[in-house]
């Protein structure tokens, strides 16, 4: 994946275990929406709006979701709705952890990844230790109630062999 927009939940699991600036040092350029942002905490929206590696994208538009909205599913949120719109207009991946988004944007063919792809990518480019993933992994599986724990624990095995 060379372009990818990102979801809140992604920035938010990440800030959590202190693994933001790990992200930027992967070879992905990096997009999220201006409503990804607005879903994010205030020192969490200063931190990422400083970033130059980061581009957040808008639209002048206020009605541009309202065509995918009715297409796709009501039920996904106006982020979500802005990431796959994003995604469809730069051909780029989608990095997400919501089920919902994830099943969407596979059935039109995207290159959907979560926050396990991540942390393997990122101690398979020595961004991170493997002890140093194990203890963020354990920590954000605390933290994150949503993550498949079952996936989790054979990261974990993987890693420690």
């Not at 230790?129 to 054979?154: G, R, V, W, Y």
Request: hydrophobic share 45%.
């Amino acid at each position: 994946m060379k372009l990818a927009i990102t979801d809140a939940n992604i920035f938010i699991d990440l800030f959590h275990v202190g693994l933001i600036d790990e992200l930027f040092l992967l070879e992905i350029e990096l997009y999220t929406s201006l409503e990804v942002i607005f879903e994010l905490e205030d020192h969490q929206q200063e931190s990422l709006l400083t970033i130059e590696r980061l581009t957040v994208l808008s639209n002048s538009d206020p009605n541009y979701l309202e065509d995918l909205e009715d297409s796709l599913s009501q039920r996904l949120s106006l982020a979500d709705l802005s990431i796959f719109h994003h995604a469809r207009d730069f051909e780029a991946g989608i990095l997400t952890g919501d089920s919902l988004l994830k099943k969407i944007s596979k059935k039109y063919g995207f290159e959907v990844h979560g926050i396990l792809w991540l942390f393997d990518v990122m101690l398979n480019m020595n961004h991170l230790s493997t002890e140093n993933a194990i203890s963020k992994l354990k920590a954000l599986m605390d933290f994150n109630k949503h993550l498949p724990i079952s996936d989790c624990q054979k990261m974990i095995s993987k890693w420690s062999e």
